[in-house]
């Protein structure tokens, strides 16, 4: 074998890899497109689709993992009911095999009780970091993270430095 032909060969080798490589990551990003549209709009069906109903959900906010679209819709229920209006923006992921570590910025006006908080009528605005695990192109596991200080902060609840 001449190196011309050795070097095609590895060409031809690293585009393949890069090919497939890709095409888990393009199905993680309709995954996450997909589960953004759900949170955002609080859709049942959206739910059903994107969340496997054997996921398992960590939130700060219940001391037990939450289960399946159910439990992920519990978490949205208790968020849209301190924060009507609230919207999450996918700002970032970083995805190694069927892991995504995603950056979500979370906005909304706070017109219902939050933790025990009356409505302050404030706009918030935090980061959250969450890491989905996906399977069969859903989720069927998330770690949350959010700015929990920050909301608090800015609704008024504990001052800010």
Do not use: C
């Not at 497939?20 to 990003?29: A, F, L, R, V």
């Amino acid at each position: 074998m001449n190196i011309d032909s050795m070097l095609r060969s590895q060409i031809s080798a690293q585009t393949s890899l890069e090919r497939h490589s890709k095409m888990p990551s393009q199905s993680t990003e309709s995954v996450m497109n997909r589960f953004v549209e759900f949170i955002n709009t609080g859709n049942e069906d959206f739910a059903r689709e994107v969340v496997s109903p054997d996921a398992v959900f960590h939130a700060p906010s219940h001391p037990e993992p939450l289960r399946g679209p159910d439990g992920y819709m519990e978490v949205i229920g208790m968020m849209r009911s301190a924060f009507p209006d609230v919207q999450w923006t996918l700002e970032e992921t970083v995805t190694e095999g069927n892991t995504v570590a995603a950056r979500f910025t979370m906005r909304g006006t706070h017109d219902g009780e939050f933790f025990g908080i009356p409505a302050s009528g404030n706009k918030i605005s935090v980061q959250a970091m969450n890491f989905y695990y996906l399977a069969d192109g859903r989720i069927v596991g998330e770690r949350g993270q959010p700015d929990l200080l920050g909301v608090m902060q800015q609704i008024g609840a504990v001052p800010a430095p």
